[in-house]
């Protein structure tokens, strides 16, 4: 019964009721990403005469995180690309890093040298500047 009731009041986490029924109502699955990410438009590119384009979307697979999104993919969401990357045939240059997500506010976050978080000690004052004193 809890799993039940997360699932219908908890937008973040996965689809709610109603995207998964305007989805199976109106959509035609495009492709899935490494993520799990599930793309979708409406049925045959129908363009929606209120937007005056295709409706695009994402169902993520757990939380609802749009840094999870690839290059490829986010090009398409946002009409920058006509051709979903699953109709392309694209092979990485070899300096290129695969897609990671924003990892902000998690462990996982870039910590610079000499941040508090990063848990190291700063480093030590040369004595290239002359601190500030009040009434000088």
């Known amino acids: 019964m809890k799993n039940f ?4 009041f908890t937008w973040w986490n996965k689809q ?5 029924w305007w989805t199976k109502r109106f959509g035609e699955f495009v492709g899935e990403d490494e993520f799990g990410n599930r793309y979708f438009r409406t049925k045959g590119g129908k363009i929606d005469p209120t937007l005056g384009f295709e409706r695009r979307w994402v169902i993520y697979p757990g939380y609802a995180e749009a840094s999870t999104i690839p290059p490829g993919w ?21 300096w ?3 897609h990671r997500r924003n990892m902000t506010g998690s462990p996982g976050a870039y910590r610079p040298k000499g941040s508090v978080l990063a848990g190291g ?16």
């Not at 709610?16 to 998964?20: F, H, L």
């Open 5 to 8: 009731l997360l699932y219908i």
């Open 96 to 98: 290129q890093k695969p």
């Open 121 to 136: 000690l700063r480093p030590r004052v040369t004595g290239d500047y002359k601190a500030w004193t009040p009434g000088d």
């Open 74 to 94: 986010w090009g398409w969401m946002h009409h920058r690309v006509d051709t979903p990357p699953v109709d392309e045939a694209y092979t990485p240059y070899a």
């Open 16 to 20: 709610t009721v109603g995207t998964m």
